[in-house]
């Protein structure tokens, strides 16, 4: 199977731009998490979609959204940019293995940077 | 939410040396999971452990979970240089993990 694609992988900005990140998750899986690493806080979870719902959300500000479409496909969108918001941003594929327990399934991330 | 703690954040060892870490939390958790990403890499899924006591291998590396579901230790023997990286710990439920902030392993060839 093919791995968790993200794109772009590389993304520089402006900061007050917005940016939209998008994430193709591994066939099958219909959950998909977003997360962002940075080298201060490390990794941070920011919201999760499940069946095009968005099933958990993370402590971050409205700037933050995200969407999934109904082939499991996931966009996350960053309004107003501003510096801290330079980071990767990781997508993870998710499947279930029991109960509430899932293994996940990182792509390369995208790195933005904001200037 | 469920927190882990992973202290110390590096270690150096030399190779062909045995390495240990721990992941540590103050609550009872539903599961651990182990990732490592390489420098410029991504986290790359390792292991799950779920049960009480659950002890898994693969290869070198040897992962456990306590018996009380409050921590869980690596153990990488006869280390060596593709085993540099950081190493996370995570738990949650639904897909919503907490990790740990990882602990960054260099071997001296």
């Known amino acids: 199977k093919a791995g968790v694609t993200q794109t772009p992988r590389y993304l520089i900005k402006t900061r007050g731009q917005q940016v939209t990140l998008s994430c193709s998750p591994i066939s099958g899986h219909r959950s998909v998490s977003w997360y962002q690493q940075t080298p201060g806080q490390g990794l941070q979870f920011l919201f999760e979609?499940?069946?095009?719902?968005?099933?958990n959300k993370g402590n971050f500000p409205g700037r933050f959204s995200g969407r999934q479409f109904s082939n499991s496909r996931s966009e996350m969108n960053v309004s107003t940019l501003e510096l801290g918001d330079s980071a990767l941003y990781l997508c993870?594929?998710?499947?279930?293995?029991?109960?509430?327990?899932?293994?996940?399934?990182f792509g390369p991330g995208t790195r933005l940077t904001v200037t | 939410g469920q927190q882990v703690m992973q202290i110390p954040q590096y270690q150096h060892v030399q190779e062909g040396e045995d390495f240990t870490t721990y992941c540590n939390s103050s609550?009872?958790?539903?599961?651990i999971q182990w990732y490592k990403q390489r420098p410029g890499g991504h986290p790359v899924f390792l292991i799950q452990?779920?049960?009480?006591?659950e002890v898994k291998k693969q290869k070198r590396l040897t992962f456990q979970f306590g018996e009380a579901k409050k921590n869980s230790s690596l153990h990488i023997t006869a280390t060596q240089t593709t085993d540099v990286g950081t190493y996370f710990c995570?738990?949650?439920?639904?897909?919503?993990?907490?990790f740990g902030k990882g602990i960054t392993l260099s071997v001296r060839p």
């Open positions: 995570a738990a949650g439920a639904n897909s919503k993990l907490t």
């Open positions: 452990l779920v049960k009480s006591g």
């Open positions: 609550t009872t958790l539903s599961n």
């Open positions: 979609y499940f069946s095009e719902t968005q099933r």
């Open positions: 993870a594929s998710s499947y279930r293995t029991s109960g509430t327990n899932y293994e996940q399934y």
